[in-house]
């Protein structure tokens, strides 16, 4: 194979890239629209409501730390964690259910884990600024 195609640190940074601009998309959504709906699930699960201002940890902060190369391993089990909690706080009866196009109803989420995880196991890369 050539090798360009060899270049495992730069997949990092792509993973991390992917994985951070997604997460943050979603966080800007609740930063500009609010996170009362957050709240309503966390009621209705009788937790209390100031956990929803977690979600910020979870979808801007970490997702900028995964980004910028910043404890890679760590922020990314912020976003195991607070991708967990999705799956049980919003999807809980939904975990194995398909779409009409085949796929997984919470596939999103899934790929979140996923990605997560293979930055818990492997670290940031060389392209970081605080390679871990």
Sequence with gaps: MMRIFNQPDFGLFWLRLGLGVMLMAHGIFKL???IIGIKEILKSHALPEF???G???GEIIAPAMIILGIYSRLAS???LVN???ILYLAHLGKLFAFTNR???VVEEVYLYIAMALCL???GSGKFAIKAD
């Design 120 to 122: 818990i196991f492997s």
């Design 55 to 57: 979600v910020f940890l």
């Design 77 to 79: 089990a912020v976003v």
């Design 51 to 53: 956990l929803a201002y």
């Design 83 to 85: 991708s967990i909690a």
């Design 102 to 104: 085949g796929g997984f």
């Design 32 to 34: 500009t629209n609010g």
